[in-house]
C-alpha cells in the first residue's frame, strides 16, 4: 500500500505522497496561501465586514500581518464582484526617522493610496512623566490619531492586522491579568456606528501569515521598540506556542470555545468584599491592556498596535 506522508499546516493534518523537499515547500506555499485567502474571505464574509462602496482605513504598522492585510485586501478586488476604497494609514511611534521613510517607499511603489502619521507616542509612552504601562499608553495614542484620520478621511471603516493568535493572547491576557472573560471581536462599531473597527485576518492563524507574507516577499519592518518583546503578550504567545505545538487543534478549539460559552457551567459572580454582597467591580487595568473610555481614544480589545 502506498505510504502517505503528514504535513501540519495552520491547525489542519494533510497526507501527501512522499515527494521531493522542493517540490513540498511549494506545495505547501502555494496550499498556505489558498488557505490565508480562503480564511481571510471566510471572515470577511461570515462576519459582515466590508460592503459594496466601503472607504477603509487600513492601519498598517509595517508588521507582517498588517501588510499581509493591506495587500490582500487590494488583491481580493480584482476577484470579487463588490467595490471597496482602501486608504493605508501609518502612524509611526517615532523610534527611529528610517521607518516611516521606508514605509513611503513601500507605498509609493505599490500604487497605494497612504497617509503617513510621524509622531512621537512610542518615545512619549517610554519617557518619566508616563505613569501608565508604555504599551497602554503608546496604543491609546495611535488608535487615537488613526481614529482622527480616518475621520478626516471619510473612513468609515478601520481595517486592524489583529490575527487569529492575537484574539486568542487578548482573551488570556484578560483572563490572566484582567479577570475578565474578553477577547477582541471582528466587528465592533464606535460612536453610535459612526466608525467601525474591522479585523478581516481574525480566523487566520499567524504563522500561515508569516508564511504568505515570505512567499509574497513583503518587506516587514523590524521591531524596535524597547517593550515589543517585554510585555505581557509575548509572555502569554510563549505559552500558547507551547500548547499549539502539542497539538495543533487546539488554536481552533480556544478560538470556538471563544463563541460557544455556557454559562451554566461557569460560577456566579463572587461577592464585593466588605460590601455585604453584589458583584465585584473590575480589577484595574493589567499591563499591556488596552482602554480608555474618552470619545476620540475607543479600546479596541488590546494594546498590541497593529
Ligand atoms: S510594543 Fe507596540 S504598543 Fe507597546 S510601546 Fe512598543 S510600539 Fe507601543
Not at 494609514?89 to 510621524?118: K, N, Q, W
Not at 478621511?153 to 492575537?166: E, T
Request: aromatic share 8%; glycine share 10%; proline share 7%.
Amino acid at each position: 500500500m502506498e505510504r502517505l506522508f503528514p504535513a501540519v499546516i495552520g491547525d489542519k493534518i494533510w497526507y501527501s505522497k512522499k515527494i521531493t523537499s522542493k517540490q513540498e515547500s511549494g506545495w505547501i506555499m502555494a496550499f498556505v496561501d489558498r488557505e490565508v485567502r480562503r480564511l481571510l474571505g471566510k471572515g470577511i464574509h461570515h462576519y459582515g465586514l466590508i460592503e459594496n462602496g466601503d472607504r477603509i482605513a487600513v492601519a498598517v504598522s509595517g508588521g507582517k500581518d498588517s501588510m499581509l492585510l493591506l495587500w490582500l485586501l487590494r488583491e481580493r478586488l480584482a476577484r470579487i464582484p463588490i467595490r471597496y476604497e482602501l486608504v493605508a494609514v501609518h502612524v509611526d511611534p517615532g523610534f527611529d526617522t528610517e521607518s516611516a521613510d521606508r514605509m513611503e517607499e513601500f507605498f509609493t511603489r505599490e500604487g497605494f493610496c497612504y497617509e503617513i502619521l510621524r509622531t512621537d507616542y512610542g518615545v512619549r509612552a517610554h519617557g518619566p512623566e508616563n505613569r501608565e504601562s508604555p504599551c497602554f499608553l503608546c496604543a491609546r495614542l495611535r488608535r487615537s490619531a488613526l481614529f482622527r484620520k480616518a475621520r478626516e478621511l471619510g473612513c468609515r471603516k478601520i481595517a486592524l492586522g489583529h490575527n487569529q493568535d492575537d484574539m486568542i493572547e487578548t482573551f488570556f491576557i484578560n483572563i490572566c491579568y484582567g479577570a475578565q472573560v474578553a477577547a477582541m471581536v471582528p466587528r465592533q462599531e464606535f460612536f453610535g456606528g459612526e466608525i467601525t473597527v474591522i479585523r478581516p485576518l481574525a480566523l487566520v492563524p499567524e504563522r500561515n501569515i508569516l508564511r504568505m507574507g515570505a512567499n509574497l516577499g513583503l518587506p516587514v519592518l523590524q521591531a524596535n521598540c524597547p517593550s515589543s518583546d517585554k510585555n505581557k503578550r509575548a509572555e502569554i504567545r510563549t505559552l500558547m506556542e507551547t500548547l499549539f505545538r502539542k497539538n495543533p487543534k487546539v488554536r481552533g478549539n480556544i478560538y470556538r470555545a471563544m463563541s460557544n460559552v455556557n454559562l451554566e457551567y461557569l460560577p456566579p459572580p463572587l461577592p464585593v468584599r466588605g460590601s455585604g454582597g453584589g458583584v465585584p467591580p473590575l480589577p484595574s487595568r493589567p499591563a499591556g491592556f488596552a482602554g480608555g473610555a474618552e470619545e476620540t481614544s475607543p479600546r479596541v480589545g488590546g494594546a498590541k498596535a497593529k
